[in-house]
């Protein structure tokens, strides 16, 4: 029997619920029961179509400029990235 991989993944939004907003970015870890590291993943996300920030979210961003422009540089298709993180992980477990 293979190892157990276990995979820790964060997330950060402009809203909370996916559709009317979207999700900014997400970082993933895949790591063995014993703690060691296998992968790593992380991507900022395009803004979904019509998506708008959930305006009491949006004032939880406002006093983080820097983490806001962060989540926001060199953005990939979700679609594309939720396909590359599951590359990822594949080749995590071996």
């Keep these: 029997m293979a190892d157990e991989i276990y995979i820790s993944t964060d997330i950060e939004t402009d809203g909370p619920i996916p559709g009317p907003h979207s999700m900014l970015s997400f970082g993933s ?3 063995t029961a014993d703690k060691r590291l296998l992968a790593t993943f992380e991507a900022n996300l395009e803004l979904l179509p019509g998506a708008t920030g959930d305006a009491k979210t949006m004032e939880w961003w406002a006093p983080q400029p820097e983490a806001w422009a962060a989540a926001r540089e060199q953005l ?11 590359r990822v992980a ?3 477990a071996g």
């Design 29 to 31: 870890a895949a790591h």
């Design 76 to 86: 990939q298709e979700p679609a594309a990235a939720m396909a590359q993180v599951c």
């Design 90 to 92: 594949g080749g995590a």
